[in-house]
């Protein structure tokens, strides 16, 4: 099991990469447009995978900023954005090479952002964080199209997996 979240976080890692350079091909206002995504634009909707992303690496750790919703502007340029997706990533993968199936099999008690407490098991919760960025990675793609990038970059695990692919 562990070797499959090793995995899961490489690949997050490389799809988060390949997004953001894809990216670059748009202006920071086409970015910013509101196309009525679920968080508004683009823009919108990559801060909010920093801050979900940092809400259960801090219910997992302990450490780093502990954002208190969903929907916050946490960078307005697009480069401060990037370079704290990197640091995510990385943080990320450094927190999954601690873990043991021990610990991925054991509960966590943490209180969501509704305030209600909940319980679940550790490789729950990290499942969840990793196809959480995997379906808005999907919306994110959807958005670029909308905003004039003909090809959005192939972000499936299997262009990870068989790089030659």
């Given amino acids: 099991m562990l070797d499959h979240f090793k995995r899961l976080a490489s690949y997050n890692a490389w799809a988060n990469a390949r997004l953001y350079d894809a990216a670059t091909a748009l202006t920071d206002f086409e970015r910013k447009r509101d196309i009525k995504g679920y968080f508004g634009s683009l823009h919108g909707t990559l801060n909010h995978l ?16 502990l954002p208190t919703t969903l929907t916050a502007i946490h ?8 370079e704290a997706r990197e640091a995510e ?11 043991d199936d021990a610990v991925l ?8 952002t509704r305030g209600e407490d909940k319980v679940l098991p550790r490789q729950v919760i990290l499942s969840h964080l990793l196809n959480h960025q995997t379906h808005h990675r ?6 670029m199209r909308q905003l004039g990038v003909a090809e959005p970059p192939a972000l499936d695990l299997l262009y990870f997996a068989l790089p030659t692919a």
């Fill in 75 to 82: 960078y307005e340029k697009f480069e401060d954005l990037r």
């Fill in 89 to 99: 990533d990385q943080r990320l993968s450094d927190f999954v090479a601690t873990l």
């Fill in 50 to 65: 920093i801050g979900a992303d940092r809400i259960w690496l801090h219910r997992l750790t302990g450490e780093g900023p």
């Fill in 138 to 143: 999907g919306q994110a793609t959807q958005m």
């Fill in 105 to 112: 099999a054991s509960e966590l008690a943490y209180t969501n």
